[in-house]
């Protein structure tokens, strides 16, 4: 009997350890003495996070993926917010439900495709590829999971507080401003972050559309073509410790609206 019980956290303890086992190699290795990955560990050191953050493409790279996680949060989380208020206020149910399925295609659509069809897109309309290829690349990515994330929340929204406004004698702009915004600020900000979450580690639509220009991730994925050093882990796991910030505090300011 206390074997059967065990069982099933015996299993979720292996599936963890099969998660995340390849994610805490590399934080570990980014603190190693040794050039070589591998046992047993010499010693602890910073210097591989210092070398990292020395090189200027590094640099160049990691303010350009802020910009592209700066510019998808804020036009994802106004018009995810947006769109998403508009499929809640739809009478249809129907046509809401088309409009969700239809905003949530490139979620579905494998990211090679994606990436491939904007720089042919591109292309055609004669755009040199560049940073403004990318943030619309990373918006197109992102902005399905702010407006199913934005639906989510406004599904519960109590709009008789907007009707109570509008007798009220107020605006719509004033009913918005003093009235809807407060109630779902946390939710956008939310949502928001979690698509600078998604734009901080996209990749392939990067890759496809971002030209000479450089990313966290192509800057990654170009140094691993030479082979793995400790510097490349602490890039790694600066990039994972910022992904990990965002999703939490993504996670607790829906929280925040919901409980």
Same mark, same amino acid.
């Given at each position: 009997?206390?074997?059967?019980?065990?069982?099933?956290?015996?299993?979720?303890?292996?599936?963890l350890?099969?998660?995340?086992?390849?994610?805490?190699v590399?934080? =570990?290795?980014?603190?190693?003495? &040794?050039?070589?990955?591998?046992?047993?560990?010499?010693?602890?050191?910073?210097?591989?996070?210092? $070398? !990292?953050? &020395?090189?200027?493409?590094?640099?160049?790279?990691?303010?350009? &993926?802020?910009?592209?996680a700066a510019?998808?949060?804020?036009?994802?989380?106004?018009?995810? !917010?947006?769109?998403?208020?508009g499929?809640?206020?739809?009478?249809?149910p129907?046509l809401?439900? !088309? =409009?969700?399925?239809?905003s949530?295609?490139?979620?579905?659509?494998?990211?090679?495709?994606?990436?491939?069809s904007?720089?042919?897109?591109?292309?055609?309309l004669?755009?040199?590829?560049?940073?403004?290829n990318?943030?619309?690349g990373?918006?197109?990515?992102?902005?399905?999971?702010?407006?199913?994330?934005?639906?989510?929340?406004?599904?519960?929204f109590?709009?008789?507080t907007?009707?109570?406004?509008?007798?009220?004698?107020?605006?719509p702009?004033?009913?918005?401003?003093?009235?809807?915004?407060?109630?779902?600020?946390?939710s956008?900000?939310?949502a928001?972050?979690l698509?600078?979450?998604l734009?901080?580690?996209?990749f /392939?639509v990067?890759?496809?559309?971002?030209?000479?220009?450089?990313? /966290?991730?192509?800057?990654?994925?170009?140094?691993?073509r030479?082979?793995?050093?400790?510097?490349? $882990?602490?890039?790694?796991?600066?990039?994972?410790?910022?992904?990990?910030?965002?999703?939490?505090? &993504? $996670?607790?300011? $829906?929280?925040?609206?919901?409980?």
């Amino acid at each position: 009997m206390k074997l059967s019980r065990g069982l099933p956290f015996l299993f979720l303890a292996l599936v963890l350890v099969y998660l995340y086992a390849p994610v805490v190699v590399i934080v =570990l290795f980014s603190f190693t003495t &040794s050039p070589r990955l591998s046992m047993p560990i010499d010693g602890l050191t910073l210097d591989w996070y210092a $070398n !990292a953050l &020395s090189n200027p493409l590094m640099s160049a790279a990691l303010a350009n &993926s802020l910009t592209l996680a700066a510019v998808s949060a804020v036009l994802c989380g106004i018009v995810g !917010a947006a769109f998403a208020f508009g499929l809640v206020a739809l009478k249809r149910p129907g046509l809401r439900a !088309a =409009l969700l399925g239809a905003s949530l295609l490139p979620a579905i659509v494998p990211l090679l495709v994606i990436g491939i069809s904007l720089a042919v897109f591109f292309r055609a309309l004669g755009f040199p590829q560049g940073m403004l290829n990318a943030a619309i690349g990373h918006i197109l990515v992102s902005l399905p999971f702010v407006v199913l994330t934005m639906n989510a929340r406004l599904e519960t929204f109590d709009f008789s507080t907007l009707e109570a406004a509008r007798d009220l004698g107020a605006t719509p702009l004033r009913a918005f401003r003093d009235v809807t915004l407060p109630l779902i600020r946390p939710s956008i900000i939310g949502a928001a972050l979690l698509a600078a979450a998604l734009s901080l580690d996209e990749f /392939v639509v990067t890759w496809f559309n971002i030209g000479n220009q450089l990313s /966290v991730p192509v800057l990654v994925w170009g140094l691993m073509r030479r082979g793995v050093d400790p510097s490349i $882990n602490a890039i790694a796991t600066i990039l994972l410790t910022a992904l990990v910030c965002l999703v939490v505090a &993504s $996670n607790l300011l $829906n929280r925040k609206k919901t409980s």
